[in-house]
């Protein structure tokens, strides 16, 4: 086969390749019109999605923020000049910082400061003594699947079980936040409060264990000068 031949082939498979080409996209012209439409909307979708989020947590933290600050105001002094926007009670900052966080927890459920918002919740109802209202927001910062928020839930949550004399449910928590503790809540404030219900009932042998398991688990550490502290009472 000579040179001229062969160059005449491939010439006319190039051309057939081309055209069997043009022939394919031709034939899946509006398959590509939608897959390429589709892309272009998902990336927008996306693109509008994040630009969303980033949005709702930045207002998110900032309604969580001035709640937190507010609950954190320091109360006014007897006597003091008034100054703006200070509580003459506790109970009055409790109840003005929990409007906002019932209103955070509502507005903003599905991101994490409003699970965080319900643990503020709770605590601030059980200050204005609505322990059926802090019960429920509890519960609902307990199930967080963040367990550094998780926890502050269960021990709150147990703390409200020992005042309403459900000690048994109390003690299931303190024992199940010892055993999966977390930054939050380490073993030993579970241990230290679960000890502390077990003198309430007059319990002293089973406090006294605890006690002492934590003061060797914490020698140098705040939760250990407390357990000393309370053996030394104790004893």
């Known amino acids: ?20 080409g043009f022939s394919w996209l031709s034939g899946h012209r509006s398959g590509m019109i939608r897959w390429t439409v589709s892309v272009v909307v998902v990336v927008v979708v996306l693109g509008g999605g994040l630009t969303y989020w980033n949005q709702r947590t930045t207002a998110a933290d900032s309604a969580l923020g001035a709640a937190m600050d507010l609950y954190a105001t320091p109360l006014a002094q007897p006597g003091a000049p008034p100054e703006p926007g200070a509580y003459t009670t506790a109970n009055d900052r409790s109840k003005a910082a929990n409007a906002k966080f019932v209103a955070v927890a509502q507005d903003f459920s599905w991101l994490p400061e409003g699970t965080k918002a319900h643990y503020f919740a709770g605590i601030t109802y059980e200050d204005l003594g609505q322990t059926a209202s802090a019960e429920t927001e509890l519960k609902l910062a307990a199930g967080s699947w963040d367990r550094n928020v998780g926890n502050l839930g269960k ?24 055993a999966k503790p977390s930054e939050t809540v380490p073993a030993t404030v579970a241990q230290l409060d679960l000890a502390d219900l077990y003198a309430a009932q007059g319990r002293l042998d089973q406090a006294r264990t605890l006690w002492a398991k934590v003061k060797d688990a914490d020698k140098d550490g705040a939760a250990g000068s407390i357990a000393s502290q309370k053996l030394g009472a104790k004893q």
């Open 1 to 20: 086969m000579d040179t001229q031949t062969r160059h005449a082939l491939k010439g006319d498979k190039f051309a057939q390749a081309t055209v069997s």
């Open 155 to 178: 021990l709150a949550l147990a703390g409200l079980y020992h005042q309403t004399a459900r000690d048994q449910q109390a003690i299931d928590l303190y024992t199940a936040l010892a």
